[in-house]
């Protein structure tokens, strides 16, 4: 589904790597029918192999009603969270995100199956958990954000047990 385009390091045109919307020869065009056309082959070729890139590992523990979702660097302090949280026996599950966007439905449907949330993240406004949820937070969604310093499994903790 990808069509010829004009090679890197021609002496006609220059190439960048962006996401202009451009014609079958790679030339930008905002509204010309070949470049609104290959727009949509670009969605549908994205939705057609989401399947292939969206990567995620889901560490569920049966009967647990409470989910960590997290991505990157604050990973691994959910997975300390986790452990710890274990060893108390508090059931808890963890969905750590590799592949951000497009979100998968799949993600989405594992969300959906836990009554607690809390999203774990490293920026100041918990931008992947609006991504998910949008600006109106559900009540269920509780968000762990700091910038700054890592994110400490006992920040995480704090927030679980709030």
């Known amino acids: 589904m990808v069509p010829p385009y ?3 390091g021609n ?4 190439v960048r790597l962006n996401s202009s919307t451009h014609n079958n020869e790679g030339l930008i065009k905002k509204n010309d029918p070949e470049s609104m056309a290959n727009t949509k082959r670009l969605n549908e070729k994205i939705i057609k192999h ?5 990567f995620f590992d889901l560490d569920h523990q049966e009967y647990s009603e ?3 979702v997290s991505y990157g660097v604050s990973a691994e302090a959910c997975k300390d969270v986790v452990i710890t949280l ?4 508090k059931k808890i599950s963890f969905l750590n995100i590799k592949t951000l966007l497009p979100v998968a439905p799949e993600i989405l449907e594992i969300i959906n199956n836990y009554k607690k ?4 993240e490293e920026n100041l406004n918990g ?6 949820f949008g600006k109106n937070t559900p009540s269920n969604v509780k968000q762990v954000n700091k ?3 890592l994110i400490s499994p006992s920040e995480i903790i704090k927030v679980i047990n709030s």
């Open 86 to 89: 274990r060893e108390e026996n």
């Open 127 to 132: 931008i992947y958990s609006n991504i998910l």
């Open 66 to 68: 409470e989910l960590i």
């Open 50 to 54: 989401l399947d292939e890139y969206t």
């Open 6 to 8: 004009i090679p890197v």
């Open 117 to 120: 949330i809390i999203v774990v």
């Open 11 to 14: 002496d006609k045109y220059k």
């Open 147 to 149: 910038i700054g310093s």
